[in-house]
Structure formats: structure tokens, C-alpha cells
């Protein structure tokens, strides 16, 4: 989901669409321009695409009310969403941290379909309204679609499976029953797997039996569902894996630190060219750590510009730095690991930078704590 356009940001949630957004309204429009003029006869053919793309471009805002819908419950049982993105599949509304228990999980993964069938509820009444007054055939048609389609949608993501917002849906009872996040979660994404598995047969025999697109497409829903239902159980396992670590286990102690007035050229010419590393806190004189200095904001600066840029003027600074506890769990601290922040958190303690934890020291523990869990027992996780 590389190429996305930013809409716009509002509170610290930024709304991506995906280029693929429009292939979608494009065909949206499509189908409804294609089919208007039987249930609504006697207007010109620019008419219907008109129509086409105002009814596309509505149901578009639905699918943003959709995972706005997630995004404002998440935000209220604390769960921070950095982002949405808006593509070819519908919406995805990015959690940074989990549901603390399973109501909550609940309430974020019925938030969406719920407001969909309102959506829903609210065109077939503007639908019904329409037909009565008779004002617009055109109008009506357009409503009752919406109506279907925000429909179509609830009822598609309530199906039972991870990651849908139905298979939340199920973990959150599962873990409501059996009181095992992970277990549930587990439980999720294997029903997620067979949703996928019944979408693709569906979508085949719908394709033999000659609706050709719509059996392709059908089919095309599922494998996706299928290869995501798939990275949900490799990360729930990780996650599982991880349980129990503390942050203090995976860092790399007393990282390098760097002066926060060091030009970028000597930053280069001592650091950088000297050891191995590439990403550095940044220290004010009294040893109390400003920010993080990475590659990636070196290389923005010209080489002109080298001598009289301090790391100060560069780095990402400290309230925008992914930071943890020593004593933290490293299964919530995982989340934080982001491109924006240099894929890097520095723990701090009493506002210095005492260690760092990279994407790579996290992928070592999992492989090391799998290692060592071969030949144990069967837990929850194995199976
Ligand atoms: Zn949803």
C-alpha cells in the first residue's frame, strides 16, 4: 500500500486513498451508468454517468464513514489509529496498540459494519421517500443502490473471519469464553482461512456457471482474504512468542550517542564513516537525549550544507521519537516500530537514551524464543 495519496490529516489520523480507489469508483460508476437506464428510462446517456459517478463517489464516503467508524471507538478504548487507507478491498484503519479486553475489541469491530447498515437504513428511507413524491426515478434508483451496497458491505465484513471485522467480532467472543487473547486470535484467523477457502469455491462456481466477473472477482476477494488470514496467524504467533519479554531483553545497551550541536559533516566524517551503526540518539550537553539522528535525515541535507547544519536542526525530535521503558512489554512496544520514526525505538530512562530496539533485534527474539519452544509441551500457540 506504497502508493497512496494523502487526502488530508485531522487530530493525528491521516486518511490515505490508493491509487486502486479509483479503479473501483470507475467500475462503481460503471455498473450503475450500465444499469440505470432499465429501472430508469428517458434520460440522456450523460445523465447516467453523472448519476453513476455521484452514487460511486457516495459510496466511497461510505467506506471512509465505515473506518472512521473503527477509528473513533479504537481512539476511545485508547487505542491510538495513526492512519487510514482507502483501497481496492474497502478501508484499513491502522491500530497502533490493541484492544485492552474483549468488549473493546467488540465494540471496534462492530463500529464499522454498524454504521454501514445505518448508511444503509438512511438511503433505502431517501429511496422510499423518492418514490413516493415520484420527483425522480433517476434519484431513487441511485438511493436504493447505496442502500444495497452499504448493505452488501456490513453483511461481507461481518463474515466470520479474520482479519473482517466479523473474525474480530469472533475473537473477541472467543476470548470473551476461554479468556486467551492469543488463542482467540488464532481462532479468528484459521476461521478467516476457511471464509477465504468457501469465497474462492464460491467465486469458481460462480465463474463455470457464467458470471464470469462476478465469480473472478469473488474469487480475487478471497485469495486476498487468504493471504491476509495467513499473515494475521504468523502475526498473532510472534506475538504469542513474544509473550513475557521485556523491552530491557532485546535492546542494545548504552547505544553511541551523538552531541546535538555536532555539524552533519563531522557526524559523518567521526561517526558514521568510523562504526557501524546508523542510527544515533541525539544529546543535549546535560546527557538528557533531544531526539534520533538516522540516515535517512543525512541524506536530506545538501553536501554544501553539511558544515553549517547542527544534528540538532535534522534530527526527528524527541515527542515524535519512538521511545519505550526498559520494563515494558516488548509485544506493545512492537507497534511503534515505523518507517516515520527511523524503524527504531530508544528506551529512556530518566530522559536518557539507555538502549535502542530495532525491527531486527524483535525478529531475532521470535526466531530464538521458536527455537527453544521446540520440543516443549504444546501450548496454546502450537497446531
Ligand atoms: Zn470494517
Redesign the pocket.
Known sequence: MEHGVALGRMRGLTVTVHWSVVVIVWLFAWSLASTLPGSAPGYPDAVYWVAGFCGAALFAAGLLA??LA?AVVARRSGIPVPEITLWLFG?VARLAGEAKTPRDEFRMAAA??ALSLALSAVFAAVAAGLAGTGISPLATEVAAWLAAANAVLAVF?LLPGAPL?GGRILRAYLWHRHGDPVRAAIGAARAGRVVAYLLIGLGLVEFLLGSLIGGAWLAFIGWFLLTAARDENAAVRARASLAGVRVAAVMTPNPRTVPESLSVQRFIDDHLLGDRHSAYPVTHPDGTCTGLVTLAQVRVVPPVERDTTRLADIAIPRNRMATADPGEPLVEVVQRLDRSTGNRIVVMAADRAIGVVTAADVARMIDVRNLAAVGQPAGPGNG
Open positions: 465505515h473506518e473503527h478501508g464499522g459494519p465484513n471485522d
